[in-house]
């Protein structure tokens, strides 16, 4: 499968709510790149790169978190960049 990176604004009930750990979480187990960050606007920002279906299995996952409820989600491709891991910025 192609791989991709995907800049996401997440807006909704998505901090305080552990959103960035299991984007984290997510993330590693399924071998994605990148960074979360939460805005100061209360939504969040994502960078994520890897495999397109494991990009779409870590968003339901982290959707599917208690009291997480993702309203609306802007999404666009962008170029990859060379990275290791995927981090919680702050």
Request: glycine share 10%; hydrophobic share 40%; with cysteine.
């Amino acid at each position: 499968m192609k791989k991709v990176r995907q800049h996401i604004i997440f807006s909704g009930i998505v901090q305080g709510v552990g959103f960035r750990y299991r984007a984290y979480y997510a993330a590693s187990k399924l071998g994605l790149t990148g960074w979360v960050y939460n805005m100061a606007d209360g939504r969040v920002e994502m960078e994520v790169q890897g495999d397109e279906l494991a990009i779409s299995q870590m968003i339901e996952q982290i959707g599917s978190g208690w009291c997480v409820s993702i309203e609306h989600m802007d999404c666009e491709e962008i170029p990859l960049e060379e990275e290791r891991e995927f981090r919680v910025r702050y």
